[in-house]
C-alpha cells in the first residue's frame, strides 16, 4: 500500500453520528482496527478486525508497527493531536505514512459550554501527570482548562487550590462532553468534595483569597520559597544566573550540583514545556528538591542521584548548562562544553577560591564573559538599620559557537 496507510480516528462520545465520511469509510475499509475499549464501544461494529489496546501501553505501538502498509485505524479521543494518541504515534511514523482526522477536542467542548474564548484559556494534561503541575498556572483571573486523571481529580486538584491560597476559585466539572451522558457541576474549590464519572474535564477560575501573594513566573522566587539548607543561588544571582541561561520552549538545561533545586525549578516555571536534569549527590538535598519541584509546580524535574562528569553519561544533549557545584571535578567543565548543543550557553557560579581558579582558567581558555556579583541586604544593627554582604559570586558565562 502507497501512501497513508495509518488512519488515526477521533470519537466523541456521540459515537458513529459524529464521524465524518471519510472517517465512516477508513473504519469500514481498515483490515486492523485498534483503541480503548471505550473508543470500540463507542465505533460500533466493525468489518475487520479489532483489539482493545494492549498494556503496556508500548505493546500496541509494536501491533500497528506490524501492520504497516495494510489499511490500520487507531481510534482516539476528540483532537488525537491535542494532548493524545496521534502526538505519540506522529513521534513513531511520518506524516506520508499517517491520515489524522480529528473529532471536536474536550477543550473546544469545554470552551464552548462555558463560553470561554480558547486563546486565553491554558489548557493542561494531568492524565498520567503529577497533578503538583497545576500550582505553577495560578494567578488571580487564571482560566485553566485540565484533562484529568479519573473522577477523583477534581477532589485533588481542590485540595491544592486550597493549600495555594485559591480556596475561593470556582471549578466546574464537564463529564462526558458531546454525548447522552454529559453533565455539568459546578462549585468552589474550598467546599468541593464530588466524585464525579472518570471521563471529566475539570475547569478552573482562580480566585485567591485575601492576602494571598502571586508567584511570578519571572525567576527570582523569594529564598523562603524553596526548603534548602543554605545551599541555594540567592534570589538575586538567580535572577541573573538565569537571564543568561535564557530559558525557552522546550529547551532542556542541566543543573549540576542542583542543590535544592532553586535555578532547575525556576528554569522550568519560567517557559513552557522548559525541562531540566538536576544532578545532586546529597540526600538531603535532594529531598529538599523534590520537595521544592512538588510546592512550586514542577514536578516533572528529573533529579539524579550522581555528580559530574560521571553522571552526564548518556544524558540527552541539553540547551543550556548550569554549574552551581562540582567545578572543581577535573574535566567537568570540558565534558559540559562538548556536549552542549551550538549556540547553546553555559554559566557557573563559584564562590570559593578553589572554584574561582577554574572558571579564570575557563575563561582564558573558551572566552565568554567574567564577572563578580556582590549582594547586599539591609537588616537590623542593634536598633539602627545596616548592610550585610552575601558571600560575593563569580560568574563565567559562554555562549557556544
Known amino acids: 500500500m502507497t501512501g497513508p496507510w495509518l488512519t488515526v480516528i477521533g470519537i466523541g462520545e456521540d459515537g458513529p453520528a459524529g464521524l465524518s465520511e471519510i472517517a465512516r469509510s477508513a473504519l469500514k475499509s481498515a483490515e486492523f482496527v485498534i483503541g480503548g475499549k471505550r473508543h470500540l464501544a463507542l465505533a460500533g461494529p466493525l468489518t475487520g478486525e479489532s483489539m482493545e489496546w494492549p498494556a503496556p501501553f508500548s505493546d500496541g505501538l509494536k501491533l500497528i508497527e506490524e501492520r504497516r502498509g495494510k489499511p490500520t485505524v487507531a481510534l482516539a479521543t476528540g483532537d488525537p ?13 511520518s506524516a506520508r505514512e499517517m491520515t489524522v482526522i480529528p473529532a471536536p477536542s474536550s477543550f473546544s467542548l469545554a470552551a464552548s459550554r462555558l463560553c470561554w474564548p480558547l486563546q486565553d484559556v491554558e489548557t493542561l494534561s494531568f492524565h498520567g501527570r503529577p497533578l503538583d503541575g497545576i500550582r505553577a498556572h495560578l494567578y488571580p483571573g487564571a482560566r485553566l482548562l485540565c484533562l484529568t486523571a ?22 466546574t466539572v464537564l463529564e462526558h462532553l458531546g454525548g447522552p451522558r454529559e453533565r455539568i457541576v459546578s462549585g468552589i474549590a474550598e467546599s468541593w468534595h464530588e466524585r464525579g464519572a472518570d471521563l471529566n474535564l475539570m475547569a478552573i477560575e482562580a480566585v485567591p ?26 534570589r538575586e544571582i538567580r535572577a541573573a544566573t538565569l537571564a543568561k541561561l535564557e530559558p525557552h520552549a522546550g529547551a532542556l538545561l542541566w543543573d549540576i550540583g542542583a542543590g535544592s533545586g532553586s535555578v532547575s525549578i525556576e528554569w522550568m516555571r519560567s517557559s513552557p514545556r522548559a525541562r531540566a536534569i538536576a544532578l545532586e549527590p546529597n540526600a538531603e538535598r535532594r529531598g529538599f528538591a523534590l520537595a521544592n519541584a512538588a510546592a512550586l509546580g514542577t514536578p516533572g524535574l528529573d533529579l539524579r542521584d550522581a555528580s559530574a562528569p ?11 548548562v548550569f554549574f552551581g557545584g562540582g567545578l572543581t571535578a577535573p574535566g567537568v567543565v570540558e565534558v559540559a562544553l562538548d556536549v552542549l548543543k551550538s549556540g547553546g550557553r553555559l554559566v557557573a557560579n563559584a564562590v570559593t577560591l578553589e572554584s574561582e581558579a577554574v572558571l579564570l582558567k575557563a575563561f582564558e581558555k573558551h572566552g565568554g564573559e567574567l564577572c563578580r556579583l556582590s549582594i547586599q541586604r539591609a537588616s537590623p544593627v542593634g536598633g539602627l538599620t545596616g548592610w550585610r554582604p552575601l558571600m560575593p559570586v563569580t560568574q563565567w558565562s559562554l555562549v557556544k559557537p
Open 150 to 171: 479519573n473522577g477523583e481529580t477534581p477532589r485533588l486538584a481542590a485540595d491544592i487550590l486550597a493549600d495555594e491560597g485559591y480556596g475561593a476559585s470556582r471549578m
Open 81 to 93: 493531536m491535542c494532548f493524545g494518541l496521534g502526538a505519540t504515534l506522529s513521534r513513531r511514523f
Open 209 to 234: 483569597v485575601r492576602d494571598t501573594p502571586v508567584r511570578a513566573r519571572v525567576p527570582g522566587l523569594p529564598d523562603d520559597a524553596f526548603r534548602h539548607d543554605g545551599k541555594i543561588t540567592k
Open 310 to 320: 560521571e553522571g552526564l553519561e548518556g544524558l540527552a544533549q541539553p540547551d543550556a
